[in-house]
């Protein structure tokens, strides 16, 4: 079975500071692995992805990821971050395309 | 271009109405998508067109009615739906229809319902 868990419902940084959203997955098989971000009212943008190739993934807007398996983890990491990063982030873990799993979501507030 | 659409943006409608949520893909995608997604929460799975045939239906109640005209186009029909359905409705689309893990989903901006 798969499955996602994103350890912080809530993150909150400085302007300018890192960020680090945590994400771990359990799955049986060689997953795939994205991250969404989801601004307030809007849709679901990908910002990187992970299947199988390079472990560091760079992504849309500075962020970048870094898929460990011995630690089952998939983390969501930038240097320096914006007003404009506050928003819901996803992580998602997938098999086969039609059974995506969703984390709960981290809500990332960035205070100026 | 990535880009799905949804039409409307904003939906309020009342118990016994009868209404449509749209969606539209000119990417070439041969999956399509609906999810439901309160507030607060990630979006939950909904229906899975594959090819133009309804392939995964979530157990969905049947006052949701998924349609897919063409390979570009997807419907949701509503009836009769209660206040609890109020949400945002996400349409999604993917390239290759089979299992893979590796497609990728591009997200509509999806539709607010309102059930009053």
């Known amino acids: 079975a798969q499955s996602v868990t994103q350890l912080d419902s809530h993150v909150s940084v400085s302007e300018g500071t890192p960020v680090l959203l945590r994400c771990n997955y359990s799955s049986s098989y060689s997953p795939s692995l994205f991250w969404y971000v989801q601004h307030p009212n809007k849709g679901l943008q990908l910002l990187l992805k992970?299947?199988?190739?390079?472990?560091l993934v760079k992504g849309i807007n500075g962020f970048e990821a870094e898929f460990k398996k011995s630690e089952t983890s998939f983390h969501l990491t930038k240097p320096s971050a914006h007003m404009s990063d506050a928003a819901e982030y996803f992580c998602v873990v997938t098999y086969n395309n039609n059974d995506m799993r969703f984390g709960a979501g981290t809500r990332l507030t960035v205070k100026p | 271009d990535t880009e799905v659409t949804q039409t409307p943006k904003h939906l309020v409608m009342g118990m016994t109405n009868k209404k449509s949520l749209k969606c539209e893909q000119h990417?070439?995608?041969?999956?399509m998508y609906w999810y439901k997604q309160k507030a607060k929460k990630p979006p939950e799975l909904m229906f899975v067109y594959s090819y133009e045939k309804l392939s995964i239906n979530e157990s969905v109640p049947s006052r949701f009615s998924p349609e897919c005209p063409n390979s570009s186009l997807l419907n949701l029909h509503l009836h009769a739906l209660q206040p609890e359905d109020s949400a945002l409705y996400l349409c999604?689309?993917?390239?290759?229809?089979?299992?893979?893990?590796?497609?990728?989903?591009?997200f509509g901006p999806g539709t607010r319902l309102t059930v009053l």
């Open positions: 990417m070439g995608h041969r999956a």
């Open positions: 999604a689309s993917s390239q290759l229809a089979s299992g893979s893990s590796t497609d990728t989903q591009y």
């Open positions: 992970y299947t199988s190739a390079a472990t």
